[in-house]
């Protein structure tokens, strides 16, 4: 009897609690989990990691809110779960009340909505799919199994695609078999349009490309995800690159002469990417307009300046770090920020914060001895800056004795911009500002 009294009194001070896949960046969806580290049936302490997760860039960790047992899993290693879906029960202490107007809680309830607001969107996707006719498909039947949504899912593949894959089974089903034929195949229907009724409209060509043989090297998941970004934003916006040249002459000679003294100072090393950073948010104030995403119709001008700097992992694979309110920033808090920011992706510690919330990117491309780029636009986005490496070269400059040659350090500047929202004016006048504050540096600033 005193057994089962005490099995009731630990009974009573545990509660169920659901374990909901986190929000982990801005416009983040969905997260693949990478592996459990608690099984079914085992305690852990609050704090204990339960499991990692992995979005398009960053493997994050998932912490025990408090101390419990994991009584079930829902999904398993490399299920891709919408963010707010849940992952798992838990049965935790009471002892730590989990606060339901804690921040973390409301980000989940907001999360959970923006889950519900994918899956409806995904329900209306596939609803019009089986209504419209203006889509050309190769089967009648759109009805998709569970399991061919769940490798379209994995594949990045969307209800448009699949309905366009010819189809073997019965009554015009889908098979597996299908699915993965049409993958193997290069997916030869990923970017069709819809068909209009004017016949002189472009299409693009079903073509079948010889991929020829030799060493096969299988993407990684980020390579994946990076693939997938740059060619959506390429098929969403129309890029247009402007150009202009900049005499970097008095940024670099101050550089060399206090990069020292910083350092002593501030205990922090002063890279050129600060004072490409401090530059661009000065602009960006200059034209808040460039400073922008796009909604459907509608612009959305965004109030904070995030600096975005695209940077090499040890992989080889690019992400992009985010200096956050660059604008509002001194350079030695600019500075320590980058070299933090850089560090951590040396060392593959970067959070999801810190790549979450960009405003505008900028890509040193100069760092590879690139003398220029024209850079791909980080969604959602409208425009990107690429720096190319700063070179020294006889130009002809003016002095009270007239024209003279000297040789002076110069970079050219390339913006990729999106066309729908930043037209010429707006995409020339800002790349041109940054060339001014990089050719205007003040030679007798003090540190």
Do not use: C
Not at 53 to 70: I, M
Not at 86 to 92: G, K, Y
Not at 248 to 272: G, H, I, P, S
Not at 367 to 372: A, D, K, Q, Y
Request: glycine share 6%; charged share 25%.
């Amino acid at each position: 009897m005193l057994l089962i009294f005490i099995s009731k009194i630990i009974r009573n001070r545990l509660k169920e609690f659901e374990l909901k896949m986190p929000k982990m960046g801005e416009s983040i969806t969905e997260g693949t989990i990478i592996n459990w580290l608690i099984s079914e049936g085992d305690t852990f302490e609050e704090g204990d990691i339960i499991l990692e997760v992995a979005t398009d860039k960053v493997d994050n960790e998932v912490p025990a809110p408090a101390s419990g047992t994991l009584v079930k899993t829902l999904f398993q290693a490399k299920d891709i779960v919408p963010v707010g879906e849940v992952m798992a029960i838990l049965e935790v202490s009471e002892e730590k009340k989990l606060n339901p107007n804690s921040n973390s809680n409301k980000e989940t309830k907001a999360v959970s909505s923006s889950a519900v607001e994918n899956k409806a969107k995904q329900k209306n996707l596939k609803a019009s799919n089986s209504s419209s006719t203006s889509f050309s498909t190769s089967n009648a039947n759109t009805f998709f199994s569970p399991l061919i949504i769940s490798i379209a899912k994995e594949q990045h593949i969307s209800f448009e695609e699949l309905a366009r894959i010819p189809a073997t089974g019965n009554e015009g089903r889908l098979r597996k078999s299908d699915l993965f034929q049409y993958i193997e195949d290069g997916r030869p229907f990923k970017f069709a349009q819809p068909i209009t009724q004017d016949p002189t409209a472009y299409r693009i060509p079903q073509l079948t490309f010889e991929k020829g043989k030799g060493k096969i090297v299988e993407m990684d998941r980020m390579r994946q995800m990076i693939a997938d970004h740059m060619v959506y934003s390429k098929h969403t916006s129309p890029h247009v690159t402007a150009y202009v040249e900049a005499d970097l002459t008095n940024m670099v000679n101050w550089r060399n002469a206090n990069k020292k003294a910083f350092q002593e100072k501030y205990d922090e090393r002063l890279t050129f990417t600060p004072l490409f950073v401090e530059a661009v948010a000065k602009a960006v104030k200059d034209f808040p307009n460039i400073n922008a995403s796009v909604d459907g119709t509608n612009i959305i001008v965004k109030e904070d300046i995030n600096i975005g700097m695209a940077t090499a992992l040890p992989s080889g694979n690019l992400i992009v770090p985010v200096v956050k309110n660059a604008d509002t920033k001194d350079l030695k808090t600019i500075a320590s920020d980058v070299n933090e920011l850089a560090g951590k992706a040396r060392e593959n510690k970067l959070s999801g914060d810190d790549i979450k919330g960009s405003t505008f990117t900028i890509s040193n491309v100069g760092t590879f001895g690139s003398v220029m780029g024209t850079p791909i636009i980080n969604q959602p986005e409208v425009a990107i800056l690429a720096l190319g490496i700063i070179k020294k070269r006889p130009e002809v400059i003016t002095t009270e004795k007239g024209d003279e040659i000297a040789i002076r350090s110069m970079m050219y500047l390339s913006l990729s911009f999106d066309h729908r929202v930043v037209d010429g004016f707006l995409g020339g006048s800002f790349v041109r500002r940054v060339a001014d504050y990089f050719e205007q540096f003040d030679i007798n600033r003090k540190i």
